[in-house]
């Protein structure tokens, strides 16, 4: 099946007619459909399909004569609240796209090739992102995970015995002795160089990070300015201090979530919790920017008598790609692809930082638009990403006949 009639099929599946974005939150009800289409291309294409526990899944092509640890590609299916059509399924459908082509020119690799599709990667529901692959890895306690609730307070053990899955230990990935993703930008790097695909660097350390501020509750009309001890003014200062910090330092900060209680409209709040991403180049710059954060936050909060406290939720470090690999996928016959940094979390970090060679392909995305329904990739782009990353798996794979 060509990649355009892959992409018509998964398109309609969890997006909004209001706003034109996706809701495939992890284990919901279009995150499974995209997850049995997962399935049954694999069934199409003759591939041996292989779940963990927990949801992840490899459909692998192991031809014969071939033999050996694999070579993995693949990419994630869920997406954020009213996100874009690119993120992950691109680089799934590229990934069964690639093997048709592979199969197409009548080559056959020396090892076994599979396609990956891991779940949470984005991290929307249980609030841990590459979820899937850090328990595929081991990265991920089974303490940590029992605790894991989303937004409703379900625990995730809860919603995956819903769904007939658990947290039994993974062994997903013992066979695989290199990993390729292939990926839409999320940034206007390639736009901006004109170039269709390029090869990833690393990866920006970057991290999520509570912020918990506790006042007093009282009238929103009766109660005089002066005497109020109002968290939402701490965390006003808290989000405009952490995005003056990230331009002074050229880093990334957000505050992209808030939780307000008691939530009344004519009530002044007892408690804001906020969420705030940051991400900085290396590990020292990031801990200073979310220290700054908290600091100039902390001093806020003296002054309007509230109380912050900052529980990181998730860290991850600095992600460099396999340098071999990168300067391999970035020599094309029809010119060298350009190799950036990304500031974005990827699965391919998580089994990088797992110690499995990792290399990741990027597909320009004209809008800059992440995240978002204006998230794009030209079909012909997408085409020449196919290209590029059925290339690479051979030649991580070697050629058989």
Not at 47 to 64: K, Y
Not at 130 to 147: M, P, Q, T
Not at 163 to 187: I, K
Request: one cysteine or more; aromatic letters at 6%.
């Amino acid at each position: 099946m060509p990649w355009e009639e892959m992409w018509r099929e998964l398109a309609p599946v969890g997006r909004s007619a209001a706003t034109g974005g996706y809701r495939r939150d992890a284990f919901g009800s279009a995150e499974r459909e995209l997850s049995a289409w997962f399935v049954e291309a694999a069934v199409e294409r003759g591939l041996e399909i292989e779940h963990d526990a927990i949801g992840n899944a490899v459909a692998w092509w192991r031809p014969e004569g071939s033999a050996g640890r694999g070579v993995l590609t693949g990419s994630h299916l869920d997406s954020v609240p009213d996100g874009g059509a690119f993120d992950g399924p691109l680089g799934v459908v590229s990934a069964f796209a690639a093997l048709d082509l592979i199969r197409a020119r009548g080559a056959t690799p020396q090892r076994p090739l599979g396609i990956a599709a891991f779940v949470e990667e984005e991290g929307s529901r249980f609030g841990l992102p590459c979820l899937g692959s850090r328990w595929a890895v081991g990265a991920l306690a089974e303490s940590h995970a029992n605790e894991l609730r989303d937004r409703a307070g379900i625990p995730l053990p809860d919603v995956l015995a819903e769904h007939g899955l658990g947290l039994a230990p993974s062994r997903l990935l013992d066979d695989v002795a290199v990993f390729v993703e292939l990926h839409v930008e999320q940034g206007r790097v390639l736009a901006e160089l004109d170039q269709p695909v390029g090869v990833a660097s690393g990866i920006w350390p970057h991290g999520r990070y509570r912020f918990e501020i506790t006042g007093q509750a009282n009238h929103a009309g009766t109660t005089a300015m002066e005497d109020r001890h109002d968290p939402m003014l701490t965390f006003a200062m808290t989000a405009l201090a952490a995005n003056k910090q990230a331009r002074l330092g050229g880093h990334r900060a957000t505050f992209g979530r808030v939780d307000v209680a008691p939530g009344s409209t004519n009530a002044v709040p007892s408690k804001v919790t906020a969420w705030l991403d940051a991400r900085a180049a290396n590990e020292e710059a990031l801990a200073d920017l979310v220290l700054a954060v908290e600091r100039q936050g902390s001093e806020r909060a003296g002054r309007d008598g509230t109380a912050l406290t900052m529980t990181p939720e998730s860290v991850s470090p600095l992600v460099r790609f396999d340098p071999d690999l990168a300067q391999r996928l970035a020599a094309r016959p029809s010119g060298r692809l350009p190799i950036l940094a990304t500031q974005a979390g990827h699965d391919a970090g998580v089994l990088a930082t797992a110690g499995i060679p990792t290399a990741m392909l990027f597909v320009r995305n004209p809008t800059g638009v992440s995240h978002a329904p204006e998230e794009f990739a030209e079909t012909a782009d997408a085409l020449l990403g196919v290209e590029a990353l059925a290339d690479a798996l051979l030649g991580m794979a070697g050629v058989l006949r």
